[in-house]
């Protein structure tokens, strides 16, 4: 059974750093692409970035870039999303994500989501 | 990026009533469209890709339409459990973009 298994709820002072991790299970981590989503309270879902734990080719939303980190550990299956300094507008719960590759139509491209971890509520608070 | 509109923000259904979500992108990101459904304090869930394939475990009362630009989520007999926030994804362009979802509610 595929299981993303996400860290606990953290509560932060702006200006600290934070590392949350994504610990999967049930297939071979190194082939799919991981991806972060966060949902501000009260808003729709956006993209962070995503990575490729077999080559550690990352991407990011052009909105993320340089703001997050995302890397991955093989060893332990686990996928993790980082801050440098928090903001008050962190604020929100951060999914982690499977990518799976849509072949549906014959052609394989694209990737939809077809596991999403429970979710880390990161609450960023003076 | 392109941007993934959703209507209507909410629907009043009853139980065993059909309804019918909207989902248009600002560009064709032809059939790389999905559906997902999300529960308070629950993950969100895939119900369909490829605009049109149920994921595992999905009823057939549940089907999605549409290609390019213009997509539909169609969900008949509504059950209790069907009563969630959903959202459309396009997965042509990186970075994928959601809808900004849309509420069924009870009546």
């Known amino acids: 059974e595929v299981q993303l298994v996400q860290s606990g709820a953290e509560v932060k002072k702006p200006g600290e750093s934070l590392k949350i991790s994504c610990q999967v299970s049930g297939y071979i981590f190194t082939k799919y692409w991981i991806g972060w989503v966060r949902q501000l309270p009260g808003k729709g879902l956006e993209w962070l970035g995503i990575i490729y734990p077999g080559d550690s080719d990352t991407r990011y939303s052009p909105t993320f870039q340089g703001q997050v980190t995302i890397s991955g550990d093989e060893s332990i299956s686990t996928a993790y999303l980082q801050w440098g300094s928090l903001k008050a507008s962190d604020t929100g719960m951060y999914y982690c994500?499977?990518?799976?590759?849509?072949?549906?139509?014959?052609?394989?491209?694209?990737?939809?989501?077809?596991?999403w971890g429970q979710g880390t509520l990161v609450t960023v608070s003076s | 990026e392109v941007l993934m509109t959703q209507s209507p923000a909410t629907l009043s259904v009853s139980p065993g009533e059909s309804v019918t979500l909207s989902c248009r992108a600002s560009q064709s990101v032809s059939s790389y469209l999905a559906w997902y459904q999300h529960k308070p304090g629950q993950a969100p869930r895939l119900l369909i890709y490829?605009?049109?394939t149920r994921a595992t475990g999905v009823p057939a009362r549940v089907s999605g339409s549409g290609s390019g630009t213009e997509f539909t989520l169609t969900i008949t007999s509504l059950q209790s459990e069907d009563f969630a926030l959903y959202y459309c994804q396009q997965y042509n362009n990186w970075p994928d973009s959601f809808g900004q979802g849309t509420k069924l509610e009870i009546k």
């Open positions: 994500v499977r990518r799976e590759l849509d072949c549906s139509s014959g052609l394989c491209y694209g990737y939809y989501l077809d596991y």
């Open positions: 490829g605009a049109s």
